[in-house]
């Protein structure tokens, strides 16, 4: 596939995650938040092209995959973000699409996909995890769990990186207990192609609705929800706040067919804006799962 191309995808992806509607506890295009608003998800969106371009291009050119340098690109795509916007929008959507463009570019099909993420991770140096740490800190992204060892707020963290030779994969994979996307990072990704983009496909080949894109949007955050408690949820509000969550969502999903669903959506957006109760990490995995689906259209 053509570099272009998938960075346009993964541009898409982008917007289209965030103009779900109503695409519960999140900002979309009824509902802003004091810190951020929906214009702001549409600018990261669209100004990460460039990078994701150059990235697709780097990948096909490498023989070796520690040369991928991913970790070097989520930094360009947040600094980037962050020259235009002055809240964190994309960090998540950039550390989870990042891998799978660069997979992509390197694939000869969809179904190479998952295990060249798998790969491309494994493959991984200590300068891909400063990168990402410089990212972290770019997006005010805060550290990435308990662990002070290599808490990403340490003034000696980078030296700590690399003198115990830490790569990306080495440091997402302690926050991996707690952090989904982290977990996703160390793990080929499950949740993404074996949850949210099936959901995804599915409910676009089922439907005949001219707004199937939206729709199919908001069921796959919904079903991730559903069965996969928000790790954001978690770490602010504990793990019972975070499942409570997930049950609600899972009893809403229970009335996708009936006239009364956009209703239930509205009232479960309330309930979690209300309380302040954000399911970030779903947004993530759900717009990595959009662009998912529209990469297996195009190969």
Known sequence: MESKDIAKLAQLASVLEVSGWPKPGNVHRTRNYDDMVFQDFIISGVVIGNIMEELANQAKEIDDLSKAELGKYILQAVSETDKWIST????????????????????????????????????????DAVNLYDAINVADAGGMGDQEEFDVMSEKAKDELRANNQTMYDVLEISAGWDRLANEL???????????????KEFLASCDDEDAVNKATVATFMTILSQIPDTLISRKYGDEIAESVSKKAEGILQFKDDDSFVEKLLEFDDYLYENKYNPGTTADLTAASIFLSYLEREF
């Open 88 to 127: 964190n929008t994309n960090l998540g959507i950039m550390m989870m699409c990042i891998p799978i463009a660069a997979a992509a570019a390197i694939s000869d099909g969809f179904d190479e996909i998952q295990e060249n993420v798998g790969r491309l991770m494994d493959a991984t140096t200590v300068d």
């Open 186 to 200: 160390t793990n080929k990704m499950p949740v993404c192609f074996e949850l949210g983009f099936p959901t995804f």
